[in-house]
């Protein structure tokens, strides 16, 4: 088969691409980066150099595919972050729509059910919603929890205040995932045939904030490592102290409150995965151990 994934060489995007070359198949790798070319077609796929803005770009690069894995990639400058996402997905849709592919794996979140209230996933809910629009195309949603990765940005926090936390409460529900495990599941939903507009949520594991802290603390050498929740207006000060612009670090503090009033994991309790990702949160605290 013949795929095109967005992403570049992201932290799933490069392991999808690993297991569909693996598999036999030809893969195009759309990046914004030149310099990527040669690590790439290192990888054994095709490389396209373009914007993922640029719509005549997208089109030459999704005609003649089986299928495409379609994520929108960060934009930290972005003065509106869900204008950027939602933008970006109509262009994504526009793309789809001349190129006359089929089928489309894409890339949303838990959380994306809900149409406001959650800092930058609810650009992808726009997404989702465009893409409904989509005549005669077969689209696979994909609602990954909170990634592992995101506590790699605290190690900063630990190194230097000794603490873990955001603005919501240790005794906070996480549903947590990790990109390899993403990763699969996109791989597995590309080979296969599916109709129509379906969801499928993916985590590895279940936890709480203060499990969490506790998990990862014990890794570094540091078991009574605690979880402490922010106020809102700390946690924002926090996020633009370390260089976050504050449009993002705004859009993260509202995400951090659909996480604190529970509201962000209740469809993904209500639609849970038949099974979870295989790598566990006892797995992904040797990784922050290394990165710490």
Known sequence: MNFTITGSLGHISKPLAEILIAAGHQVTIISSDAAKVKAIEELGATAAIGSVEDVTFLTETFSGKDAIYTMVPPNFGASNVREFISSTGKKYAEAIKASGVKHVVNLSSIGAHLASGTGPIAGLHDVEEIYSELDGVAVKHLRPAYFYINFLANIDMIKHVGILGSNYDGETPFVLVHPND??????????????????????????????????????????????????????????????LPEPMAKSYVEMGDAIRSRKLFVDYFNHKPSSLGTIKLEDFAKEFAKAF
């Open 182 to 243: 993403i990763a699969a599941v996109a791989a597995e939903e590309l080979q296969q045939t599916f109709e129509g507009k379906s969801i499928r949520y993916i985590a590895s594991d279940e936890s709480t904030a203060a499990n969490v802290a506790s998990v990862l603390g014990a890794a570094i050498g540091k078991p009574e490592l605690p979880w402490v929740e922010f106020t809102d207006e700390d946690a924002l000060q926090g996020m633009v102290q370390a260089g």
